[in-house]
């Protein structure tokens, strides 16, 4: 288990009345004295803070995670209201502060970590006689007559280590006729040297609950294995995605504290997390890049820079489908930019869309939407199907993501599809005013995925009097990351300083 550091400010020691959990690791401070530069998981306020305090806590503790005891008041102005406010605390009663010591602080564990079970690992059971289609990392596709009695249709190989006390969470992606029934079954075993595993525990998921999110954890004290299989009965089409596996917070947000998640008709999930930062602009937004493992991308970058930040993740296919989708699945993300916008209070002049990589392409095409103040990216990529097209010759060792991405956009891998995933972009990016936007990009200049986007940036917005300037390193796409991140911070810090910190002329539109 996970140690999580608690801080508690007050006149009594909590730990003194409380059993604190096991994680725990308690500091108690009366008054305050030097503590070190860590980041507390949880922070309990049982007092009014000082300025020094405000400036230590603003940095080392994330939003969604401090509690605040009715015995502090939250005058309007106050040090500590302000905390409050930024921090995104929480009101707690002595009772619910009892709940979080001793049975709550696991779900605040540092980190954060998800993946989903590769294509490969999933298996058809032996006694299915019906039609089998695999398609990539867009899953596999049944169809034929499951019986009428629930039974084994699918199985994960390698089974999931899950460690004492921890919790996961489990979303299976699939569609269905309504003339099939599912369900999921979740086994752990447990291995003793010289002996057989054992089950030692076996949930079971009917189809209705599996329309939400389930969990499990490990109460043996022991370190488990778990073996999941998807059952089903009846006749028809059913097609498996992906089953994600994710460490639970049990509640507390997805992948970090406050983390949130929205999911379309399609059961694809869109994941963003909010910090309100200092409230004043601008907005910053990240997309995260391509990632086969399932967290939040670029949090300790954007928190760093102490402004308010709105993190957004897709981790569709393999690593991400770079943001596209259905009607429904990019209206879902560009009504999240509008309400936290709205939120602050700010102006689409007051925001900064940014990316890096995958990231980058998610920045520009809902860019078209917000025509936000800045838009700022590090190895662009603009034309997914020159992608596509470049795939088979020019990246060492290749990779098949692009052709999943083609192939669930368009349903097809040729010429055609390739030239309409281009122009889904190109059209849109084409038919906006840009005049009130300025773009910054470091680029790499022997990039083997799109290795024209800078240049056609360039070439699509010269007639717009739009600002737009580079750096181009010389390698490959993944060749010199560091050195990207490295610039792309320092044009995060130099347009929030001169755009919004008065020492320089504001460029936004102003809507």
């Not at 003793?192 to 525990?201: C, L, S, V």
């Amino acid at each position: 288990m996970e140690t999580v550091r608690v801080l508690q400010l007050g006149r009594e020691d909590f730990s003194r009345q409380i059993r604190v959990a096991e994680c725990g690791e308690w500091y108690y401070e009366p008054d305050f004295s030097q503590l070190p530069e860590k980041d507390f998981e949880v922070v309990i306020l049982d007092r009014e803070i000082t300025g020094g305090e405000f400036d230590y806590l603003i940095r080392f503790m994330r939003a969604y995670c401090l509690f605040v005891t009715g015995n502090v008041p939250l005058k309007k102005g106050s040090i500590t209201r302000r905390l409050f406010i930024r921090k995104m605390g929480k009101r707690v009663s002595t009772e619910r502060l009892r709940v979080l010591l001793e049975e709550e602080l696991p779900d605040y564990f540092p980190g954060a970590y998800g993946e989903k079970f590769e294509p490969h690992n999933m298996a058809v059971a032996q006694g299915f006689k019906g039609k089998t289609s695999w398609r990539g990392f867009e899953g596999i596709e049944l169809e034929g007559d499951y019986g009428s009695d629930p039974g084994q249709i699918i199985f994960w190989r390698n089974n999931i280590p899950i460690d004492e006390g921890r919790s996961l969470d489990f979303w299976l992606e699939y569609e269905k006729d309504d003339t099939v029934e599912i369900s999921l079954e979740i086994s752990m075993l447990q291995f003793t040297y010289g002996a057989e595993p054992k089950f030692t525990d076996v949930w079971n998921f009917s189809e209705g609950e599996l329309n939400n999110t389930v969990y499990i954890t490990n109460k043996t004290g022991k370190v488990g294995y778990i073996f999941v299989s998807l059952k089903a009965k009846g006749k028809g089409k059913l097609s498996v995605t992906a089953l994600h596996i994710r460490h639970s917070r049990r509640g507390k947000g997805n992948f970090l504290p406050g983390g949130r998640r929205i999911v379309t008709s399609k059961r694809e999930e869109v994941f963003y997390y909010f910090d309100p930062g200092n409230l004043k602009p601008p907005l910053n937004v990240y997309f995260s890049g391509y990632k086969t493992e399932e967290s939040f991308e670029g949090y300790y970058m954007m928190r760093k820079l102490q402004q308010p930040f709105l993190l957004l993740m897709d981790n569709r296919l393999e690593g991400g489908s770079f943001y596209i989708g259905s009607e429904e699945y990019e209206n879902t993300i560009e009504q999240i930019l509008r309400q936290h916008i709205e939120k602050l209070g700010f102006r689409n002049s007051d925001v900064i869309l940014s990316g890096i990589s995958m990231g980058s392409f998610g920045a520009l095409y809902y860019g078209c939407k917000i025509l936000p103040n800045t838009i700022l990216l590090g190895k662009p990529l603009a034309s997914l199907g020159d992608m596509v097209n470049n795939e088979r010759l020019k990246p060492p060792g290749g990779s098949h993501s692009w052709l999943d991405l083609l192939h669930k956009t368009y349903g097809s891998l040729d010429q055609d599809a390739a030239a309409r995933i281009n122009d889904r972009f190109w059209n849109r990016f084409d038919s906006i005013d840009w005049s009130g936007t300025r773009f910054a990009a470091a680029y790499m200049i022997e990039d083997d995925l799109d290795g024209n986007a800078y240049e056609n940036l360039q070439f699509h917005l010269k007639d717009a009097g739009v600002r737009i300037y580079g750096k181009g390193l010389h390698g490959r796409h993944n060749d010199n990351t560091s050195g990207i991140v490295k610039w792309f911070l320092s044009q995060y810090q130099g347009i929030i300083e001169n755009d919004f910190r008065g020492t320089g002329k504001k460029t936004g539109r102003q809507k």
